[in-house]
Nanobody, 114 residues
Framework: VQLQASGGGLVQPGGSLRLSCEAS????????MGWHRQAPGKQRELVGR???????NYADSVKGRFTISRDNAKNTVYLQMNSLKPEDTAVYYC?????????WGQGTLVTVSS
Protein backbone atom coordinates (compact mmCIF):
# COMPACT_ATOMS: atom_id res chain seq x y z
CA VAL A 1 0.00 0.00 0.00
CA GLN A 2 1.35 3.41 -0.97
CA LEU A 3 -0.01 6.73 0.24
CA GLN A 4 0.54 10.04 -1.52
CA ALA A 5 -0.43 13.16 0.37
CA SER A 6 -0.73 16.71 -0.89
CA GLY A 7 -2.07 20.10 0.09
CA GLY A 8 0.17 21.36 2.86
CA GLY A 9 1.60 24.84 3.01
CA LEU A 10 1.70 28.15 4.83
CA VAL A 11 -1.53 29.71 6.04
CA GLN A 12 -2.40 32.59 8.35
CA PRO A 13 -4.17 32.01 11.65
CA GLY A 14 -7.89 31.66 11.05
CA GLY A 15 -7.33 30.38 7.54
CA SER A 16 -8.17 27.06 5.91
CA LEU A 17 -6.35 24.27 4.11
CA ARG A 18 -7.42 20.99 2.58
CA LEU A 19 -5.17 17.97 2.57
CA SER A 20 -5.67 15.00 0.27
CA CYS A 21 -4.18 11.52 0.37
CA GLU A 22 -4.59 8.87 -2.28
CA ALA A 23 -3.96 5.24 -1.45
CA SER A 24 -2.84 2.74 -4.06
CA UNK A 25 -1.79 -0.89 -4.14
CA UNK A 26 -3.52 -3.67 -2.21
CA UNK A 27 -6.41 -1.70 -0.75
CA UNK A 28 -8.87 -3.56 1.45
CA UNK A 29 -12.41 -2.30 1.11
CA UNK A 30 -13.04 -2.36 4.86
CA UNK A 31 -10.10 -0.22 5.87
CA UNK A 32 -9.95 2.80 8.12
CA MET A 33 -8.29 5.99 6.89
CA GLY A 34 -7.17 9.05 8.73
CA TRP A 35 -4.61 11.64 9.64
CA HIS A 36 -1.99 12.02 12.33
CA ARG A 37 0.32 14.92 12.96
CA GLN A 38 3.64 15.59 14.62
CA ALA A 39 4.61 19.02 15.85
CA PRO A 40 8.24 19.96 16.47
CA GLY A 41 9.49 18.34 19.66
CA LYS A 42 6.27 16.42 20.22
CA GLN A 43 5.03 12.89 19.66
CA ARG A 44 2.87 11.97 16.72
CA GLU A 45 -0.81 12.22 17.58
CA LEU A 46 -4.07 11.18 16.00
CA VAL A 47 -5.98 14.01 14.34
CA GLY A 48 -8.95 11.95 13.25
CA ARG A 49 -10.04 8.89 11.34
CA UNK A 50 -12.89 7.75 9.18
CA UNK A 51 -14.23 4.25 8.88
CA UNK A 52 -15.48 2.62 5.71
CA UNK A 53 -19.02 3.37 6.88
CA UNK A 54 -18.25 7.08 7.00
CA UNK A 55 -18.33 7.42 10.77
CA UNK A 56 -15.56 9.55 12.19
CA ASN A 57 -13.79 10.46 15.37
CA TYR A 58 -11.47 13.35 16.13
CA ALA A 59 -8.97 14.57 18.64
CA ASP A 60 -10.55 17.03 21.07
CA SER A 61 -8.14 19.74 19.92
CA VAL A 62 -9.59 19.77 16.38
CA LYS A 63 -13.27 18.98 16.95
CA GLY A 64 -15.49 21.50 15.27
CA ARG A 65 -12.66 22.84 13.11
CA PHE A 66 -11.42 19.86 11.11
CA THR A 67 -13.45 17.49 8.95
CA ILE A 68 -12.32 14.17 7.53
CA SER A 69 -14.02 12.67 4.50
CA ARG A 70 -13.27 9.90 2.05
CA ASP A 71 -14.02 8.89 -1.51
CA ASN A 72 -14.05 5.12 -1.53
CA ALA A 73 -14.11 4.92 -5.33
CA LYS A 74 -10.86 6.90 -5.45
CA ASN A 75 -9.31 5.42 -2.28
CA THR A 76 -8.73 8.97 -1.16
CA VAL A 77 -9.06 10.60 2.24
CA TYR A 78 -9.37 14.33 2.81
CA LEU A 79 -8.76 16.61 5.75
CA GLN A 80 -10.51 19.97 5.66
CA MET A 81 -8.94 22.27 8.23
CA ASN A 82 -10.70 25.49 9.17
CA SER A 83 -10.01 28.15 11.78
CA LEU A 84 -6.38 27.11 11.87
CA LYS A 85 -4.28 28.05 14.86
CA PRO A 86 -0.50 28.35 15.26
CA GLU A 87 -0.59 25.22 17.42
CA ASP A 88 -1.85 23.27 14.41
CA THR A 89 1.58 23.69 12.85
CA ALA A 90 2.93 20.19 12.25
CA VAL A 91 3.80 17.58 9.70
CA TYR A 92 0.57 15.82 8.81
CA TYR A 93 0.65 12.14 7.91
CA CYS A 94 -2.12 10.27 6.23
CA UNK A 95 -2.71 6.77 7.50
CA UNK A 96 -4.51 3.61 6.47
CA UNK A 97 -5.23 0.77 8.85
CA UNK A 98 -6.21 -2.55 7.32
CA UNK A 99 -5.90 -6.22 8.18
CA UNK A 100 -3.98 -5.43 11.34
CA UNK A 101 -1.33 -3.29 9.67
CA UNK A 102 -0.64 0.43 9.55
CA UNK A 103 0.47 2.29 6.44
CA TRP A 104 1.78 5.84 6.42
CA GLY A 105 2.17 8.59 3.86
CA GLN A 106 5.31 10.68 3.53
CA GLY A 107 3.99 13.63 5.51
CA THR A 108 3.08 17.12 4.42
CA LEU A 109 4.01 20.25 6.35
CA VAL A 110 1.33 22.65 7.53
CA THR A 111 2.55 25.94 8.95
CA VAL A 112 0.13 28.35 10.57
CA SER A 113 1.77 31.73 11.00
CA SER A 114 1.21 35.39 10.32
Amino acid sequence: VQLQASGGGLVQPGGSLRLSCEASGSIYSGNTMGWHRQAPGKQRELVGRIFRSGSTNYADSVKGRFTISRDNAKNTVYLQMNSLKPEDTAVYYCWVGQRGRDYWGQGTLVTVSS
